[in-house]
């Protein structure tokens, strides 16, 4: 009977000693042939195995969304209101919808939604917000809020927010560190914006 709950745990944790996307792919493939093989030997209930399935179903969808459910539902939550002014009801949330499931944070959506929803309409902003906010976003506000602050001392909003996400995307989550040690430096003798691509470059090799 704890075949079937040991594999399905180690298969939705996947060990933290993974490395890489790669190697965590590998351990989930290697999950599945476990579980399969945990289904011969299980003793399980039917309550056990029924909510087995549920649970591997939500790893599915997960896998194929690329976000989890939590925030896919906060993502809906949060743009179905901006898109319903623009739209019928039903149209905002089959919208809302569509532009959630590869969101993959929402403190970041709702920095990107709050800074072009002062140059573009609001429908325009949180679409432009949710095709934006990736994996390669994912976890690294205060870095994002460091660049477009530099940036916006040059450029206009919506060019800063552009250029401060190229910085992020190349950025580690801790670059925030690095950034305020480094940028001062680049700062002296170069503009605000041109001193923060050199930073992001500069911290991107660390």
């Known amino acids: 009977m704890k075949f079937l709950i040991l594999a399905l745990t180690l298969f939705l944790t996947v060990e933290s000693y993974a490395q890489s996307r790669g190697d965590a792919l590998r351990q989930i493939r290697r999950k599945v042939v476990e579980i399969e093989d945990a289904t ?3 003793e399980a209930s039917m309550q056990v195995l029924a909510k087995a399935i549920k649970d591997l179903e939500k790893v599915k969808r997960n896998l194929i969304n690329g976000s989890d459910d939590s925030i896919f539902q906060g993502c809906v939550d949060y743009s179905y209101p901006i898109l319903d002014r623009y ?3 039903s149209d905002a949330l089959d919208k809302a919808m ?5 969101v993959t944070d929402l ?3 709702e920095f990107i939604y709050t800074q072009l929803d ?3 309409s609001g429908r325009d902003a949180i679409t432009k917000a949710a095709q934006v906010t990736r994996d390669d976003l994912t976890d690294k506000l205060e870095v994002l809020k460091f660049s477009f602050e530099k940036h916006n001392k040059n450029h206009g909003r919506s060019s800063a927010l552009e250029k401060a996400i190229k910085n992020t995307r190349i950025s580690s989550t801790r670059a925030i560190a ?3 040690k480094y940028f001062p430096t680049y700062s002296r003798s170069q503009s605000s914006s041109a001193a923060m691509d050199k930073t992001a470059d500069t911290c991107s090799r660390f």
């Open 40 to 42: 011969y030997e299980t």
């Open 87 to 89: 739209m019928s009801s």
């Open 98 to 102: 569509s532009l959630c499931p590869e």
């Open 107 to 109: 403190a970041i959506l």
């Open 118 to 120: 002062k140059v573009m």
């Open 178 to 180: 690095c950034f305020q």
